[in-house]
């Protein structure tokens, strides 16, 4: 109710051109997170630019959003109009929950933005650099004790990518999933674990503050605000990014996808959607097309092989 | 300059008429949506979230905050009227409020919440001011094991604390913790009993689970005893104001929840919930009325009422200190911050100095501007309970249903609620307690976790769990509770425990 009374006093606000298309975007999690931020950007860059004349947002929570992708596969087939927030979690999540529908149900159309991983000690760890912590790691994996998200989520993965690079046995490692960053934070904050990982954005206050010490980031080049080397530059063939992307419908005809596609382009290319990620301290990684589906297709194989050698896929 | 001036000079941006303006809209909006069950006060901050985008930082982010203790108060609204909890935190509050609320005494009940809610709103505002540096090092201390042990302590002082016969009691609270293992296991993201439909993978709803066992369930149960029963709701009997004795019962229990509910709340894996279940629970141990628990006793309304609120002004504590979310509200409040590019952590009350003491002081106006809210609004709310018995459940089961499809529009969902409903008829009509289940569904997947992850670290080493002096010292405390009334009942001493005994069997 409350939902559909602020989407209409949004459209009264912002009376967009009539000859837009209309959108109503899938976040397949609760308000809040990260696919509901970015959902909620895109309606409002998309109806301030004019990109579209009404855009509505809608949650549906559950399980690393396949629940959300199951829904949308099944009720949104052939409807240019609807489109659906998801990531890198959803391609863990789908494997590990044995997922009925997967990503080749819907239609990917470009990644939006992404992040690095971090992996970070407190401050009065005696561990200073990446390479200490995988020396300890060789010498017996489960004395190093992981805090991170939920278990095979994208944190797991590239632990279990990060052992596998530095000949560690990847069903060795101690991983301790957590609900919530903050649950996480606080058991690195409070030395209950050897080491967290997470998105570098939630490490990088602390390291500012002093607080943690951040040790590596996953990601092929170096991350903004952070001097901390990639695992790359430490020696190890990981290189892991926590993206964000949007799919399209199942079942869309060439033309369909192509405008679309090139709705997608135009809001990417818009100030407004550049400001926003200014503000949300969001890392422009826009990928599209043939390029976006080869890396989807890599990825998917990487993170099945690492679910597969961690054991949390059969 | 001293943490009193700091307080001062925030009151100034508080009083700000603006700002006043945006505390107002705030609470009001935090009220009704803590009426309203389905929507809470996270999904409505995350809905202002791009509205407030235009405004002054200052301004939404108090605006954030009303909303979120305003939230807190109208949770209990629904709760003690309709037996229809709007949020998990005030599920506790249902239990003796109906029952209050059925005897004509809604009012005081309504009261009773209210102020609780103010006073500890304002000890743990204040405290949030003076203590937060100090209260956040306590809540680093606890790891998995010092919560395991808080668990345990939970179990055990919140179950002696349910139901006349303890076999009934126990019964009930098996049936919430097997409800408790269903959907993905955390630690290792296995399904688990979800039979593999994709909506259970997530686990069961408590507040689904609470709304369809208190409210369906009853719904049911009144509807099965047709016109037969002469048990007649009163709306009003005796005052709607508070009673002196309603004052001399309600003030310990007020000031002993904001104790209990303020360093949970500031706990990273504390919440509102275990807040609460632990203030009934000691209210229920110290009242001199135990008699009266379960047939509305106005100390089991006063305490977890005041444990919520002081739990919400807890979870800004690390929020503010550390920059860790510890609910769902704080995760959007933090988003909010981020849109203004505030980063809250450790540097914040360095950095914006006059944003955070404007949010306390501005945290104290919402609590004030909420009891004045609310105290005339009971009278109108105890009206509700006029309407016709039939009418009213029927409106309690739209109410009922709205709110679940409302928070997750699925059929599943719904199919759930339906079914628990016939459980709770079913449990109403053989005399089992009800509240145990949803205790076993909060309390259990939190004890399983905090275990697993506590014998993950120490590689499968048991002594871990006792190798801290907070750890053991709560563990202890566990034990003794559980023990010490079991010596005594066996050797026959003390007249008093005895006499409890027998009245519990």
Known sequence: ?314 | MSTFDFLLQGLTVALDPMILFYALIGVTLGTAVGVLPGIGPALTVALLLPVTYGLDPAGSLIMFAGIYYGGMYGGSTTSILLNTPGESASIVTALEGNKMARAGRGGPALATAAIGSFVAGLIATLALAFLAPYVVKLALVFGPREYFALMMLAFVTVSAAFGDSAMKGLTSLFVGLALALVGIDQLTGQARLSFGVPELLDGIEVTTLAVALFAIGEALFVASQGNTVVEKIEAVKGSVWMSRSDWARSWKPWLRGTLIGFPIGAMPAGGAEIGTLLSYATEKRLSKHPEEFGHGAIEGVAGPEAANNASAAGTLVPLLTLGLPTSATAAIMLAGFQQFGLQPGPLLFATSPQLVWGLISSLLVANVMLLVLNLPLIRLWVKLLTIPRHWLYAGILLFATLGTIGMNPSPVELGMLLLFGIMGFAMRLYCYPIAPVVVGLILGPMAEQQLRRALAISQGDWTTLVATPVAAGILLLATLALVVPLIMRMRGKGALLAQLASEED
């Open chain 1, 1 to 314: 109710m409350k939902h559909t009374l602020l989407s209409a006093l949004f459209v009264a606000a912002l009376a967009a051109p009539a000859f837009a298309t209309d959108y109503m975007i899938m976040a397949p999690a609760a308000p809040g997170g990260g696919w509901d931020s970015t959902a909620r950007s895109m309606q409002e860059v998309m109806q301030a630019e004019g990109i579209a004349g009404s855009v509505q947002v809608q949650n549906v929570p559950g399980a690393g959003g396949t629940v959300g992708l199951a829904q949308f596969a099944s009720t949104a087939a052939g409807d240019p109009s609807q489109l659906i927030v998801g990531g890198y979690v959803m391609v863990g999540a789908i494997l590990t929950n044995a997922s009925p529908v997967s990503l080749a149900d819907v239609t990917p159309i470009a990644r939006l933005t992404g992040e690095a991983e971090g992996i970070a000690v407190s401050a009065s760890s005696p561990i200073q650099t990446i390479g200490e912590l995988v020396e300890m790691m060789k010498a017996d994996p489960g004395s190093v004790s992981w805090a991170g998200g939920s278990a095979g989520g994208v944190d797991h993965i590239t632990v279990g990518l990060l052992a596998k690079a530095a000949g560690v046995d990847p069903t060795k490692i101690n991983y301790v999933a957590f609900s919530g960053g903050g649950e996480a934070l606080a058991a690195i904050l409070g030395n209950q674990v050897t080491v967290g990982i997470s998105g570098v954005g939630e490490f990088l206050p602390q390291v500012e503050a002093g607080t943690m010490r951040m040790l590596a980031v996953s990601t092929a080049d170096k991350w903004q605000g952070t001097d901390a080397p990639t695992l790359i530059e430490a020696g190890y063939d990981v290189n892991v990014q926590n993206w964000r992307m949007v799919a399209a419908a199942p079942g869309l005809s060439a033309e369909q996808k192509a405008a679309v596609s090139a709705d997608i382009d135009k809001l990417v290319n818009s100030a407004g959607w550049k400001s926003m990620l200014e503000t949300k301290g969001w890392a422009n990684t826009y990928l599209a097309g043939a390029d976006f589906d080869a890396q989807l297709a890599k990825d998917i194989e990487s993170t099945t092989v690492v679910l597969k050698d961690i054991g949390l896929v059969k």
